[in-house]
């Protein structure tokens, strides 16, 4: 059951990790590529709207990947006897979920109803400033998360699935043991 649970959450951990890292080079490229085009009246807002399907998609990604990784790491901190280390990592995948949550629920839509204003508006105008404030904060949460999923991670490759233990009795008291050192264990 350990292994398992460990499993889902290095394979969550690794998906929304991987995503976000290629979503940000795929952003990247495309306003790269479209601001290098002479031709183009407003490259900003065409390539906003090249990637605004990527981004709708990804975040329902995420919500699964982060989903995956509440109900994993949460298990493993009632399962776990030494808790520090499932802990933080449970910590830290419930403060990437809610600021995952708060740009998915409120800046992403506010991002994406401001996306036609902003493309005709002027860079000094309030509109302009408004759209930029939104989209510093989702990159911002961006960062963070990404942060905070990357140490989940390195936290997750460090310790390893939970060892299962036996309780014995042995000529010093009760002693866990690894389970598989304990010749009269049966898992079945």
């Known amino acids: 059951m350990t292994r398992l649970l460990h499993t889902l959450a290095v394979l969550a951990a690794g998906v929304w990790l991987g995503g976000m890292i290629l979503v940000a080079i795929a952003a990247q490229s495309t306003f790269s590529v479209l601001n290098a085009e002479e031709n183009l009246a407003q490259p900003n807002a065409i ?20 989903v995956a990784l509440i109900v994993a790491t949460g298990c493993t901190v009632i399962l776990a006897r030494r808790k520090i280390g499932p802990i933080l990592r449970f910590a830290m995948v419930c403060v990437a979920t809610g600021f995952l949550i708060y740009s998915v629920q409120f800046l992403s839509p506010k991002i994406l109803d401001m996306q036609n204003d902003v493309a005709g508006a002027k860079s000094d105008s309030e509109i302009r400033a408004a759209f930029d404030e939104f989209h510093e904060s989702a990159v911002f949460i961006s960062k963070v998360n990404l942060a905070l999923v990357s140490f989940t991670l390195i936290g997750l490759a460090w310790s390893g699935p939970l060892r299962e233990t036996v309780t014995t009795d042995g000529p010093t008291g009760t002693t866990d043991v690894p389970a598989t050192n304990n010749p009269t264990y049966n898992p079945t």
């Open 47 to 66: 390539a906003g709207r090249v990637m605004a399907p990527t981004f709708g998609k990804f975040d329902k990604v995420q919500l699964s990947c982060a």
